[in-house]
C-alpha cells in the first residue's frame, strides 16, 4: 500500500552538500507525516527531520543536525527532500525515508530500503 525509495545518496568530501529524495506512494502519503532517519555503523538508528502532513507545516531537526539539514516536501510529487550542506564525517551513515501514517490508519511506520551517505574528511 506504501512505498518509500529514497535516491541521492553519495560519496562527498567534508564541507559539500547532498540532496536526498524520497519518492513516495500511497493513498495515505498527503495525510501523513514523514521523516529522515538515519543509522551509522555501530550506532542506533536516530531521528534526523520530521516534517508533518500539509497545512500548517511543523519540522523537528535533531540537534545534531539544526542549521544544516532542511526537510521539506512537495505534495503534487509525493516527494520528500532533505537538503543537506556543511556536510561533516560524523553524518556518515544509511538515511531512510519513513512514514508516520495517521492514528486513526493505524499509526504504522513504512520504511524505505535506505540510501548510503558517505562523508570522506
Known amino acids: 500500500q506504501v512505498q518509500l525509495a529514497e535516491s541521492g545518496g553519495a560519496l562527498v568530501q567534508a564541507g559539500g552538500s547532498l540532496r536526498l529524495s524520497c519518492a513516495a506512494s500511497?493513498?495515505?502519503?498527503?495525510?501523513?507525516?514523514m521523516g529522515w532517519y538515519r543509522q551509522a555503523p555501530g550506532n542506533q538508528r536516530e531521528l534526523v527531520a520530521v516534517?508533518?502532513?500539509?497545512?500548517?507545516?511543523?519540522?523537528a531537526y535533531a540537534d545534531s543536525v539544526k542549521g544544516r539539514f532542511t526537510i521539506s516536501r512537495d505534495n503534487a510529487k509525493n516527494t520528500v527532500y532533505l537538503q543537506m550542506n556543511t556536510l561533516k564525517v560524523e553524518d556518515t551513515a544509511v538515511y531512510y525515508c519513513?512514514?508516520?501514517?495517521?492514528?486513526?490508519?493505524?499509526?504504522?511506520?513504512?520504511w524505505g530500503q535506505g540510501t548510503q551517505v558517505t562523508v570522506s574528511s
Open positions: 519513513n512514514l508516520k501514517a495517521p492514528r486513526w490508519y493505524g499509526g504504522r511506520d513504512y
Open positions: 516534517i508533518s502532513s500539509g497545512g500548517s507545516t511543523n519540522y
Open positions: 500511497g493513498s495515505i502519503v498527503s495525510i501523513s507525516a
